[in-house]
């Protein structure tokens, strides 16, 4: 019952082409949603990671140059993530 549990919110996508929190998903618009399980997480005690940052905003780190980090990409999603991690133990 000690262990800390994460929730990381949802990364950067090249595919997202309006400015964040105008365009409508399938579940509503994308920054809505993004706030909704942050706030549930918290809800529920775990320690909420804002995923935006944790990933250059640039296709080119994406093998599918939108969704999913290639090699660079999630070398940059680990360093930045294992930074956030630190900062909330």
């Known amino acids: 019952p000690d262990v800390p549990i994460f929730a990381v919110s949802p990364i950067w996508r090249g595919d997202y082409q309006?400015?964040?929190?105008?365009?409508d998903t399938a579940v509503g618009d994308f920054e809505e949603s993004v706030k909704e399980l942050q706030l549930l997480a918290k809800e529920n005690g775990l320690f909420v990671v804002d995923g935006l940052p944790l990933t250059p905003h640039h296709s080119g780190f994406?093998?599918?140059?939108?969704?999913?980090?290639?090699d660079?990409?999630?070398g940059f999603y680990a360093e930045n993530l294992l930074r956030e991690l630190?900062?909330?133990?």
């Open 18 to 23: 309006k400015p964040f929190g105008t365009q």
């Open 62 to 70: 994406f093998a599918d140059q939108f969704l999913h980090p290639n």
């Open 72 to 74: 660079l990409g999630f």
């Open 86 to 89: 630190q900062k909330l133990i």
